[in-house]
């Protein structure tokens, strides 16, 4: 199956295009998948994992399903492959491309939080899993991102009943000869999960996402954040709040040389809505302005998905697959070039 060019430009506010999206060849599932892990490896594409609803809507009594599976795609024109499968089925934990392969941290099932981590490697047509230190809890619904070499995870949650989010942080050389997990300062704000990561400008960003509190009836229900911090070896400091809250974008946020990119997410404006009444997740596309250290608006998506990985692969930002609304997934992915001059 060829890819099927689609293109779509979004626009700046001052009307200059920020980048052009094009779909690539659709996952061979007729569903997609939600938290599913990616990344590249030897210039393929890997996307392993996640979880989706196979049979019937959760609104319906359908039962959410995870899966082992890892597809590569090894050049934009190719076709999918299934590659192999991944040590357990496993969803929502911290993935990014480093070195040969795709490493892949934490995560969950439908009765655990894991602190696994490994690698996967696509080698000569095959896959190979390389065992890493684990974390030193388990923990999914967490963000990450690589600096350097230096790969940097943040909150999520330790158990699937949790009913709080974690405030904690962890780094990891991966160039070290000895691989060891470092717990790091917490940042000011709140405990956080479903937070967007960005590696820019030499620090380690963390974006928005979603807190725990105890509701009305003793419910627990999310408390949708817009702060913003980064850290660097100077520790952390707070930067401009988002212009509204984003949870569960894709991360890493996708970057160019003035900035970086969140690829819309849920603002919490239709917490309430019916799963089958929900209309998607917010479209606006903002920009990080290195300059003026602002946010501004950068277009808006034809197709918005959360709780799915941004991957850099060559000049593209890949999100493969990804959750079109609460229950609702989506095949197709979609790569997006951004322009180095706004």
């Known amino acids: 199956m060829m890819a099927i060019m689609l293109s779509v430009v979004i626009f700046a506010s001052s009307d200059a295009p920020a980048g052009e999206w094009n779909r690539l060849p659709a996952l061979p599932d007729k569903e997609g998948f939600a938290g599913p892990f990616a990344g590249v490896s030897n210039g393929a594409l890997i996307v392993a994992g996640g979880a989706n609803f196979p049979d019937k809507k959760p609104w319906d009594g359908g039962k959410k399903v995870w899966y082992d599976t890892v597809f590569v795609l090894e050049k934009p024109n190719s076709e999918w492959k299934v590659a192999g499968k991944l040590p357990r089925p496993l969803g929502y934990g911290v993935c990014v491309t480093h070195g040969t392969g795709v490493v892949c941290v934490g995560g969950s099932d439908m009765d655990h939080h894991y602190a696994d981590a490994f690698r996967l490697d696509w080698r000569d047509g095959k896959l190979v899993t390389i065992k890493f230190p684990s974390l030193p809890k388990p923990l999914a619904n967490a963000c990450g991102a690589l600096v350097g070499d230096t790969l940097y995870v943040a909150g999520g949650q330790e158990k699937p009943d949790s009913k709080d989010t974690l405030k904690l942080a962890w780094k990891i050389d991966l160039a070290a000869t000895e691989l060891k997990w470092k717990q790091i300062d917490a940042w000011p704000g709140s405990g956080r999960m479903l937070a967007v990561a960005a590696s820019f400008d030499g620090a380690f960003w963390l974006l928005g996402g979603a807190d725990l509190v105890v ?55 239709q917490v309430g809505v019916a799963p089958d009444k929900h209309q998607g997740f917010r479209k606006k596309v903002i920009r990080y302005d290195s300059k003026t250290k602002m946010w501004v608006e950068a277009g808006e998506l034809s197709a918005p998905r959360v709780t799915v990985p941004c991957v850099r692969w060559n000049a593209l ?20 070039t951004p322009k180095n001059k706004e």
Do not use: H, M
């Open 215 to 269: 509701g009305k009836g003793e419910k627990i229900e999310r408390r949708y954040l817009k702060d913003a911090y980064r850290y660097d070896d100077k520790g952390w400091k707070r930067v401009a709040d988002l212009p509204y809250s984003v949870v569960a974008a894709p991360s890493l946020a996708s970057t160019n040389t003035s900035g970086f990119f969140i690829l819309g997410g849920d603002d919490g404006s």
């Open 317 to 336: 930002w890949v999100v493969p697959s990804g959750e079109v609304r609460p229950g609702v997934r989506s095949p197709e992915v979609w790569s997006f």
